[in-house]
């Protein structure tokens, strides 16, 4: 499940701990053994510390964009109906992938 690409922040510090924490994500096959090892090792009681970090992780990753996308919006409309003809006519190669 390892990601195309660690999102830029801007803040090196999150930058760092967002990439330590995708190596970390990788080490699970489910949510549940996820957890049970995450609060094994988590260092801190502060839960609302805990909270906020974890919720800045999941925006800062729902806010990215996948490269695609990127290439999408760039793309003028010409470009634009063509990938959007390729993507039909791979989308079961690449439901097949996911």
Do not use: C
């Not at 909270?51 to 990753?61: A, C, D, E, M, S």
């Not at 003028?76 to 989308?91: F, H, I, P, Q, T």
């Amino acid at each position: 499940m390892s990601m195309i690409f660690t999102p830029q922040t801007g803040d090196a510090k999150m930058d760092e701990a967002y990439g330590r924490f995708l190596v970390y994500v990788d080490r699970y096959e489910n949510f549940p053994s996820f957890f049970d090892g995450f609060m094994r090792e988590v260092k801190s009681d502060d839960t609302a510390y805990l909270n906020r970090w974890l919720l800045k992780v999941l925006f800062t990753h729902l806010k990215a964009k996948h490269p695609f996308d990127e290439i999408y919006e760039k793309a003028d409309d010409e470009g634009k109906a063509k990938l959007r003809v390729w993507m039909e006519s791979n989308k079961k190669v690449i439901e097949d992938k996911l």
